[in-house]
């Protein structure tokens, strides 16, 4: 494609407001700035190639539609057992994709600089502004932004966008990518004296409970042709409120340079960031030329201490933290990999309902939305840059860039995240095949030396799988005898932190093995569930598949897995093997388990027709499977009784009967008023369990502590299937064009009671100024369209999404299924 070549406009337009906005006054101070950065979502034109003919261009013959980014087209797509992208993949399509935009920018903006910031675009970006080629980003994870201020056109000339996302070469990930500008998009306008992208770096050097130093590192830019004198003003704002400020430093900028300056500053009785009370500060860079403000720059910070102890794992604040966390890839489920800021609180929500407080950011940069959330949330955050250095996983993966892109990539990523107060760790790659020689080692020196150059505050550590092999049993199953050995990268030195990928028998051998480097579980448990179905015996531990190389022959029928905690893949162990080990010694500092949640691809350990994990302890639809109560009783302070499974089996059939409980010392189990039997946890065990031959009617269980009830459950059999029932998780959103409502369908029998196997067809219509975005029912076998108006349940339950749009009003929702009574809700947008 030719830099200068015309193309077809779309006839859509947005004016961007001024960069800048000043209201001035007497007082310098009293000045307010805004719009330094606004969205540039709305508006975009769609084309995806079908044809070999046109697989390289468009023209005036290109049909478009229009919408909105965040945007992934392969969600959008059919199942296909041949597709290129593999069951690994999701089973569906990438391809080649086109956007453009067009919009207009206020002649007043002639002075300024404007640029376009993309959050991610998957994947081999390549942007055009008024036929001027700005460049191209293979990588999809990493945010990039390129001045277009030489190519505008200003006043009421239209300008044109165009973007090119070429994800045609597959497979080229591991698990389901998504396709297309599926993160967030922006329009940046600034004086030419500014803060640099990415401009600032913040670090609390020294904390106590008196006071906090605060060093604060900006880069400024100056675009001018001609010398300026500047002065930079830093102030620090708890909330609305001064707590701080910096020197101010004047200094001359000579024309078209930039220049790092430092300034330092002290909080007194500073609220330290933490788990439980994630307090942010904010640093408001504002650069004066003339006594006038010309750029205002925000940067959010945490103020803690930290540190990984060879002893006593990890200290927050000077107090001991187990890490409790998840690993958790980018797509939303039904949503795909098109971002959304609540679908992703949502999911935060759930897990910190589970009592997660750690993400790893399995394996890619992750949406700034998700950082931000984690800094407002208190998640310990693992951010962790590459799957893969130069070998490949993959055929078309990121290997094939690594030479180019990896340096610019991680310096992007460091720079854009380094701030974040959630991010305690840098991961520098993930079961990297290099890791076990020289090469490897090599490679992780040049990615330490980087990390540090520009972050010398966090850990590094590699996701290893694992960093020693063991001439253990479990350990070695997955490899030679010959093959028991340290890994190379483990034992070169490189790393803060030795990070385990499985091999959890090996755990409690780390101080032996790495007597001079800290802990941390990188990936744990591959534990495997389908919500809601179970096998009839739940006392044999089953490995699916038998090994990781060998194609897996056995399962059950409809591919389903126990929910039981029963199925592991043979890599990895149950959900209560790993964290027995993980709780009982001080110095493994924590463990992020893969996953929270159930992720579209890699349907371990089945292929097609699966086409989503079983991973999972929440399931695609944001459901909780029941090994989600295991954890609850053990990471909160919730009170816990959670029995299962359901009450429909055949007559005289011997169930199993599983409680997870906490906060007693007992629990005593009834059939129809009937005594089972009292349960009571021994040594170690984290559930208990009573073999019932099934009866039609009430299980009831009572948890007791010192002989007095702490809490009472009850599951009854249910009848058949009669009604519908909607719940939303919020029956008001912003009237915002992207807030959502997520709603849960029941179906329940005729007393109310769940139908645990009920699996209908459910339609669903809505009125009002919004539409439906997503169903789903955790089914990791259903192959109906995330994106359309009707899905069938699994095991009783199915999500819908509704979206709001930018009016406000009432939507109503009606689901409808054949036999069964409809139900409605209404949701307010406001």
């Given at each position: 494609m030719k830099n200068k070549r015309k193309y077809l406009s779309s006839g859509l337009s947005v004016?961007?407001?001024?960069?800048?906005?000043?209201?001035?006054?007497?007082?310098?101070?009293?000045?307010?700035?805004?719009?330094?950065?606004?969205?540039?979502?709305?508006?975009?034109?769609?084309?995806?190639?079908?044809?070999?003919?046109?697989?390289?261009?468009?023209?005036?013959?290109?049909?478009?539609?229009?919408?909105?980014?965040?945007?992934?087209?392969?969600?959008?797509?059919?199942?296909?057992?041949?597709s290129p992208a593999g069951y690994g993949g999701g089973a569906l399509n990438g391809g080649l994709g086109w956007y453009k935009k067009t919009f207009k920018?206020?002649?007043?903006?002639?002075?300024?600089?404007?640029?376009?910031?993309?959050?991610?675009?998957?994947?081999?970006?390549?942007?055009?502004?008024?036929?001027?080629?700005?460049?191209?980003?293979?990588?999809?994870?990493?945010?990039f932004q390129y001045e277009i201020s030489p190519y505008l056109n200003y006043g009421d000339k239209n300008n044109e966008i165009i973007v090119k996302v070429d994800n045609s070469k597959q497979p080229n990930s591991r698990w389901y990518s998504g396709s297309?500008?599926?993160?967030?998009?922006?329009?940046?306008?600034?004086?030419?004296?500014?803060?640099?992208?990415?401009?600032?770096?913040?670090?609390?050097?020294?904390?106590?409970?008196?006071?906090?130093?605060?060093?604060?590192?900006?880069?400024?830019?100056?675009?001018?042709?001609?010398?300026?004198?500047?002065?930079?003003?830093?102030?620090?704002?708890?909330?609305?409120?001064?707590?701080?400020?910096?020197?101010?430093?004047?200094?001359?900028?000579?024309?078209?340079?930039?220049?790092?300056?430092?300034?330092?500053?002290?909080?007194?009785?500073?609220?330290?960031?933490?788990?439980?009370?994630?307090?942010?500060?904010?640093?408001?860079?504002?650069?004066?030329?003339?006594?006038?403000?010309?750029?205002?720059?925000?940067?959010?910070?945490?103020?803690?201490?930290?540190?990984?102890?060879l002893n006593k794992g990890f200290i927050l604040n000077g107090k001991q933290v187990k890490i409790k966390g998840v690993c958790m890839h980018h797509d939303l489920g039904p949503l795909g990999s098109a971002i959304n800021t609540r679908a992703i609180e949502r999911q935060l929500e759930i897990l910190k309902g589970m009592g997660v407080n750690g993400i790893r950011t399995s394996h890619n940069p992750p949406a700034p939305e998700l950082l931000d959330l984690c800094d407002k949330m208190g998640f310990i955050v693992m951010d962790e840059a590459f799957d893969m250095w130069k070998q490949n996983k993959t055929k078309y993966d990121y290997a094939n860039d690594w030479d180019k892109w990896h340096e610019k990539d991680l310096v992007d990523?460091?720079?854009?995240?380094?701030?974040?107060?959630?991010?305690?760790?840098?991961?520098?790659?993930?079961?990297?095949?290099?890791?076990?020689?020289?090469?490897?080692?090599?490679?992780?020196?040049?990615?330490?030396?980087?990390?540090?150059?520009?972050?010398?505050?966090?850990?590094?550590?590699?996701?290893?799988?694992?960093?020693?092999?063991?001439?253990?049993?479990?350990?070695?199953?997955?490899?030679?005898?010959?093959?028991?050995?340290?890994?190379?990268?483990?034992?070169?030195g490189v790393l803060d932190l030795i990070g385990y990928n499985y091999a959890h028998q090996t755990?409690?051998?780390?101080?032996?093995?790495?007597?001079?480097?800290?802990?941390?579980?990188?990936?744990?448990?591959?534990?495997?569930?389908?919500?809601?179905?179970?096998?009839?015996?739940?006392?044999?531990?089953?490995?699916?598949?038998?090994?990781?190389?060998?194609?897996?022959?056995?399962?059950?029928?409809?591919?389903?897995?126990?929910?039981?905690?029963?199925?592991?893949?043979?890599?990895?162990?149950?959900?209560?093997?790993?964290?027995?080990?993980?709780?009982?010694?001080?110095?493994?500092?924590?463990?992020?388990?893969?996953?929270?949640?159930?992720?579209?691809?890699?349907?371990?350990?089945?292929?097609w027709p699966s086409i989503s994990s079983y991973f999972g302890i929440v399931d695609l639809a944001g459901f909780p499977k029941d090994v989600y109560y295991m954890y609850q009783s053990e990471w909160t302070d919730k009170t816990v009784l959670h029995v299962f499974p359901h009450w429909n089996w055949k007559a005289g059939q011997a169930v199993d009967v599983w409680a997870y409980y906490n906060n007693a010392d007992e629990v005593e189990l009834f059939l129809n008023g009937k005594s089972v039997g009292v349960r009571s946890k021994k040594g170690d065990d984290l559930h208990v369990m009573w073999k019932v031959p099934f009866q039609a009617g009430t299980l009831k269980a009572i948890s007791r502590k010192n002989g007095k009830t702490v809490l009472e459950?009850?599951?009854?059999?249910?009848?058949?299937?009669?009604?519908?029932?909607?719940?939303?998780?919020?029956?008001?959103?912003?009237?915002?064009?992207?807030?959502?409502?997520?709603?849960?369908?029941?179906?329940?029998?005729?007393?109310?009671?769940?139908?645990?196997?009920?699996?209908?067809?459910?339609?669903?219509?809505?009125?009002?100024?919004?539409?439906?975005v997503g169903v789903c029912s955790g089914d990791p076998v259903s192959h109906e369209s995330y994106k359309g108006l009707k899905h069938t349940a699994l095991n009783g339950k199915c999500l819908v999404i509704v979206q709001s749009d930018k009016k406000s009003g009432r939507l109503e929702l009606t689901a409808k299924a054949n036999g069964l009574k409809s139900a409605t809700i209404v949701i307010t947008a406001e």
């Open positions: 004016l961007l407001l001024a960069g800048i906005v000043l209201f001035s006054s007497c007082n310098k101070k009293e000045e307010v700035f805004s719009n330094r950065k606004v969205s540039f979502n709305s508006d975009w034109s769609f084309h995806l190639n079908d044809s070999i003919v046109d697989k390289d261009t468009i023209g005036t013959s290109t049909k478009w539609r229009t919408l909105n980014v965040p945007h992934d087209w392969s969600i959008e797509g059919k199942f296909d057992e041949k920018v206020a002649a007043a903006d002639t002075s300024k600089v404007t640029s376009v910031i993309f959050d991610g675009v998957y994947r081999n970006s390549e942007v055009w502004v008024n036929g001027h080629y700005l460049g191209k980003r293979p990588n999809g994870y990493i945010g297309g500008i599926f993160r967030n998009v922006w329009i940046e306008t600034t004086d030419k004296l500014h803060v640099a992208q990415w401009g600032t770096y913040i670090t609390t050097p020294k904390v106590t409970a008196e006071n906090a130093s605060v060093n604060i590192e900006t880069r400024i830019q100056n675009d001018h042709s001609e010398t300026k004198k500047i002065a930079i003003v830093t102030t620090i704002y708890k909330e609305d409120k001064k707590v701080a400020s910096g020197a101010t430093q004047y200094i001359t900028l000579t024309p078209k340079s930039g220049t790092l300056l430092n300034v330092e500053a002290e909080v007194e009785s500073p609220v330290l960031w933490s788990v439980e009370r994630p307090e942010l500060y904010t640093a408001v860079t504002e650069i004066l030329v003339d006594d006038k403000i010309v750029d205002q720059y925000k940067t959010n910070f945490g103020i803690r201490d930290f540190k990984f102890d990523q460091l720079r854009r995240d380094r701030n974040h107060p959630s991010i305690f760790i840098w991961s520098i790659g993930n079961e990297i095949p290099e890791q076990w020689n020289e090469t490897g080692v090599t490679i992780a020196k040049e990615l330490a030396e980087i990390v540090r150059l520009n972050d010398k505050t966090r850990p590094i550590t590699a996701a290893m799988n694992p960093p020693v092999n063991m001439n253990i049993d479990e350990v070695t199953l997955q490899f030679e005898q010959k093959n028991v050995q340290f890994n190379a990268v483990a034992k070169s755990y409690e051998h780390h101080k032996k093995n790495f007597p001079n480097t800290p802990f941390i579980a990188t990936e744990t448990t591959s534990a495997l569930e389908t919500r809601g179905y179970y096998d009839a015996n739940s006392d044999s531990i089953k490995k699916w598949p038998v090994r990781w190389d060998l194609k897996f022959t056995g399962g059950n029928p409809g591919n389903t897995v126990s929910a039981y905690d029963q199925v592991q893949a043979p890599w990895g162990s149950t959900h209560e093997a790993t964290w027995k080990v993980i709780k009982k010694h001080d110095y493994l500092s924590g463990m992020y388990i893969w996953t929270g949640f159930d992720y579209i691809g890699e349907p371990t350990p089945y292929e459950t009850e599951i009854k059999t249910a009848g058949n299937p009669e009604n519908l029932k909607l719940t939303a998780d919020r029956s008001n959103i912003k009237a915002d064009g992207n807030d959502l409502s997520f709603v849960t369908v029941d179906i329940l029998d005729a007393k109310g009671v769940l139908a645990p196997k009920a699996n209908n067809e459910i339609n669903f219509s809505l009125k009002g100024n919004g539409k439906i």
